[in-house]
């Protein structure tokens, strides 16, 4: 059973920076996507970074220039670093790993506050 843990979140004062950590428990193999949502209170989950195999690096135009996105596929990990944070950044953020053939797989989302 591959399960996503994330790690990194926390409260931190706008123009601050956090790391965010995605670690998948067991092996994935053939992995093609990894990814990161967030969720705002009362919003939708939104699409912020992604990296997809054979396409690159994307990020939303709300972070681009100030998020960072890094991973290791051959350990299955993923990083977001995040600078220059902002109040609107606030939200609970997610990874996704996504390998040929398989459903998707979700972290369980860590607590990102950004607030003076």
């Known amino acids: 059973q591959v399960q996503l843990v994330e790690s990194g979140g926390g409260l931190v004062h706008p123009g601050g920076s956090l790391r965010l950590s995605c670690v998948a428990s067991?092996?994935?193999?053939?992995?093609?996507?990894m990814a990161w949502y967030r969720q705002a209170p009362g919003k939708e989950r939104e699409f912020v970074a992604r990296w997809l195999y054979g396409d690159g690096t994307n990020y939303a135009d709300s972070v681009k220039g100030r998020f960072t996105m890094s991973r290791d596929v051959a350990k299955n990990t993923m990083f977001l670093q995040m600078n220059s944070l902002e109040p609107e950044d606030t939200a609970v953020y997610y990874c996704k790993m996504a390998a040929k053939g398989r459903p998707p797989y979700w972290g369980q989302g860590t607590q990102v506050t950004v607030s003076s």
């Open positions: 067991g092996s994935i193999s053939n992995v093609l996507l």
